[in-house]
């Protein structure tokens, strides 16, 4: 089996790259510029766990053969050779044989071919559930840098309107309308904006290089990433939710066929139980100038295990405790289940009420930001104020640049837990 053709990925993606900009550099505008969909692409062409799983699907897909091969025809041969005297030489009589077998009947052939089958399909779904959960990570590792761009954006901006306040303070100061100490907070406001902005320009650099090790780019490999296009926002009640979850999620599908696979295990050690019939036909060869002539053997054989020691009712009691198990580990699943989707709709229904308010925290901010500047200016306010206003406007716009950010990546973990999430594309990929 082939892995399926995917969408073909611009071969400058995996191609060697040249040195890179300081991390406190943003990155080229001639850089490549990726996509949301692009890197979607590139992971299902190069993730190994991708790969991994369809080298599972490969194996699996042999068990139904190999239960077969129960009742395949065997055939051996042997040769004998024998020496006996008082001497090295004497002579020596030697002889070949061939046989041939072929079950009749074993009944272990069934539930096995059965579990084998359901082995395949569960390792699909598998297959499928990983495909689902790598497109998760590498929009979440999309999004984690589009949010470190614009925190940097943010304290650009910081730095540069504590910038502003220190020349306008210190213009006041050369006039004697403002002591030093002015100026020197707002040069204390500088630095602290300038050491933020290095903090931030830096771990964006970092999330860069963990989205270049989730889509195995060469290492700093420079890119831009593009604002994905809008998401659909509607997001249905919690108990329409969580049905579809319960249809659709693949790792629930598969903890029922695992049940099954288990009861079939149970089949499987009870027909050890039963007798077997196994045909044979041999013949045996005598070397050449030998007197004993060539013979011919054919018979039938009907095998009944009695007793085999006592495994095989130690492998029907672990059979037996198997399924209980597994039936335990489903249960806890669907709570599971229950509890990621209950967590997924309410991160999201938090959100969408947060960004409400920090929307207008943020216009409140800027407003009070830009009248305490006007109030500096012609004297009727403090430094500390102007300063302080400062800071409350840049921890605003950085809440609503991360609010926003995690909305869609909420918006997205919502589908990814009711088992949709890029239903199209993980379909494409198994060729479906």
Request: proline share 6%; aromatic share 6%; with cysteine.
């Amino acid at each position: 089996m082939r892995l399926p053709r995917l969408l073909l990925v611009p071969l400058f993606l995996f191609a060697p790259w040249g040195p890179s900009a300081p991390a406190q550099t943003p990155p080229a505008p001639d850089s490549p510029l990726m996509t949301l969909e692009h890197a979607y692409d590139i992971a299902a062409a190069s993730d190994q766990a991708l790969r991994i799983a369809f080298l599972e699907v490969r194996k699996a897909e042999l068990l139904p053969l190999s239960a077969l091969t129960r009742i395949a025809p065997r055939l051996g041969g042997s040769y004998d050779y024998d020496r006996k005297g008082r001497s090295l030489q004497s002579p020596g009589t030697s002889a070949g044989s061939f046989f041939l077998e072929q079950p009749l009947l074993d009944l272990s052939v069934f539930p096995a071919r059965r579990r084998g089958k359901i082995a395949a399909e569960s390792s699909r779904l598998a297959r499928q559930f990983t495909i689902r959960e790598t497109l998760f990570g590498v929009a979440a590792a999309y999004f984690d840098v589009l949010k470190g761009e614009r925190q940097v954006s943010v304290n650009r901006q910081s730095l540069e309107l504590a910038k502003e306040q220190e020349g306008l303070a210190q213009k006041r100061a050369n006039v004697g309308e403002v002591t030093r100490t002015d100026v020197l907070r707002a040069t204390v406001s500088v630095e602290v904006a300038r050491r933020i902005l290095i903090t931030a320009e830096n771990a964006l650099e970092f999330r860069r290089n963990t989205l270049r090790n989730v889509l195995n780019m060469a290492p700093e490999a420079p890119f831009r990433v593009a604002d994905p296009l809008p998401y659909r926002t509607t997001v249905p009640e919690f108990p329409a939710l969580l049905n579809k979850a319960y249809a659709q999620r693949e790792d629930l599908r598969e903890s029922t066929l695992a049940v099954q696979q288990a009861e079939l295990r149970r089949d499987e050690v009870r027909t050890e139980y039963a007798p077997s019939i196994v045909a044979r036909g041999s013949s045996k060869f005598p070397a050449p100038r030998s007197t004993t002539p060539e013979t011919w053997d054919a018979s039938i054989s009907v095998q009944v295990p009695f007793f085999s020691g006592g495994q095989r009712e130690i492998d029907l009691v672990n059979a037996r405790t198997d399924i209980e198990k597994t039936i335990l580990q489903r249960e806890q699943l669907l709570k599971k289940i229950e509890s990621e989707v209950k967590r997924a709709w309410l991160d999201v229904q938090t959100l969408e009420g947060s960004l409400s308010a920090v929307r207008a925290q943020v216009a409140a901010a800027e407003q009070g930001y830009k009248d305490l500047q006007n109030q500096y200016s012609a004297g009727t306010a403090k430094s500390v104020d102007v300063l302080s206003g400062l800071q409350d406007l840049s921890a605003a716009r950085l809440d609503l640049n991360s609010l926003s950010l995690d909305y869609q990546v909420a918006l997205r973990a919502l589908e990814q837990v009711n088992g949709t999430f890029q239903e199209a594309r993980v379909k494409a990929a198994c060729g479906k």
